[in-house]
């Protein structure tokens, strides 16, 4: 009953116009205490995909952190640098992620192209 709440309020919202982040992010999270990772995951694809907005980005990025995917984390950041290349934060936290996993010469590749931007 409650996916199907969420369902019709996504389905019902105009996205194109206007969007609530917060609503996409919420019924990700029901999919994550349901225990159904593909369907969180394609929940929140499907966000940044119709409607990308920061708290979306950052809200998929925290999942995949804590589910310890680095890989998923860099594509992320990756499109979500495409989305809004000139926020900082976005470059800084990208880069600690690097430098957190040990990879350095990714974390100072970073930061020479947020410095470029």
Not at 67 to 89: Q, W
């Amino acid at each position: 009953a409650c996916r199907a709440v969420y369902r019709r309020c996504l389905d019902t919202i105009p996205h194109k116009h206007f969007t609530f982040a917060k609503v996409w992010v919420m019924a990700a999270h029901f999919e994550v205490r349901q225990r159904d990772l593909p369907r969180a995951r394609r929940i929140l694809g499907e966000a940044i995909g119709r409607c990308p907005r920061s708290r979306t980005f950052r809200a998929y990025i925290q999942l995949e952190l804590q589910l310890g995917n680095v890989n998923k984390c860099r594509a992320l950041y990756g499109k979500y640098l495409e989305f809004d290349p000139t926020d900082c934060l976005v470059w800084q936290k990208y880069a600690e992620l690097e430098h957190a996993v040990g990879e350095t010469a990714r974390c100072r590749a970073i930061f020479e192209l947020a410095v470029q931007q």
